[in-house]
């Protein structure tokens, strides 16, 4: 069974702290992405990471740095936080597309984070 | 850009049939993904249309027009457990990323 696994379900900082976001996955993905969901606006791709060390910038990452230094693990880090990223926040993870494939992506549970 | 779009909010009556639609505007396009989630869960991943046609999957079935730029999901004897929010994504050619709409949210009442 595929296992996305994030740090925290629920979250409460303050503005201006400096945020991590974990994301674990045990599938040996290629693909890791992070989103945020707010009601209304639906999913929305905030930073996607395709290899060990490799980044790219989703529709929204202002605000937001990533890192990958494993495989497995994929983190969001929100260098000072601000009421508007309080928000709900997803982790994904996919096989590379191979052949004009596309994988499914397999989320994590989410962690709520309100910023106060 | 993308543009995707699908109904906010639907209703329907337990053992019933529902059918959510879902049209989108892009370039490059590769495939369309339909996923369900219940209220504070993550999304769950139910189909996935690349060729025109359906596809069943038990009490779900998704079709895809790539012509029209059109897909819908099927839903049949509907179960109170179907409660839930329906999200259709688009991926593009050679591309690993997924571009979702706001999302269906259907209630099945009894």
């Known amino acids: 069974d595929v296992k996305v696994t994030q740090s925290s379900r629920y979250l409460v900082k303050r503005t201006g702290e400096k945020v991590f976001l974990e994301c674990v996955q045990d599938?040996?993905?290629?693909?890791m992405f992070w989103y945020r969901q707010d009601p209304g606006l639906g999913l929305r791709l905030i930073y996607f990471?395709?290899?060990?060390?490799?980044?790219e910038k989703g529709d929204i990452p202002e605000g937001y740095s990533v890192s990958r230094e494993k495989k497995e693990r994929f983190s969001l880090i929100l260098e000072s936080a601000s009421t508007n990223q309080t928000s709900m926040y997803l982790c994904?993870?996919?096989?590379?597309?191979?052949?004009?494939?596309?994988?499914?992506?397999?989320f994590g549970p989410g962690t709520r984070l309100t910023v106060t | 850009g993308q543009n995707i779009d699908q109904p906010t909010e639907m209703t329907a009556t337990e053992g019933a049939i529902v059918q959510i639609n879902c049209t989108y505007q892009?370039?490059?396009?590769?495939?369309l993904f339909w996923y369900q989630q219940h209220a504070g869960e993550a999304p769950t991943f139910l189909s996935y249309?690349?060729?025109?046609g359906l596809e069943e999957k038990g009490r779900f079935s998704s079709f895809l027009s790539r012509s029209k730029g059109y897909s819908y999901l099927l839903l049949k004897e509907l179960q109170m457990k179907d409660s839930a929010s329906y999200l259709c994504?688009?991926?593009?050619?050679?591309?690993?990323?997924?571009?979702f709409g706001k999302g269906t949210m259907l209630l099945v009442s009894p």
């Open positions: 990471s395709y290899d060990v060390k490799m980044k």
């Open positions: 994904a993870s996919s096989f590379g597309t191979a052949g004009g494939v596309s994988y499914e992506q397999y």
């Open positions: 249309n690349v060729l025109d």
């Open positions: 892009t370039s490059g396009f590769n495939g």
């Open positions: 994504a688009v991926t593009e050619s050679g591309y690993s990323t997924l571009t």
């Open positions: 599938m040996d993905h290629e693909n």
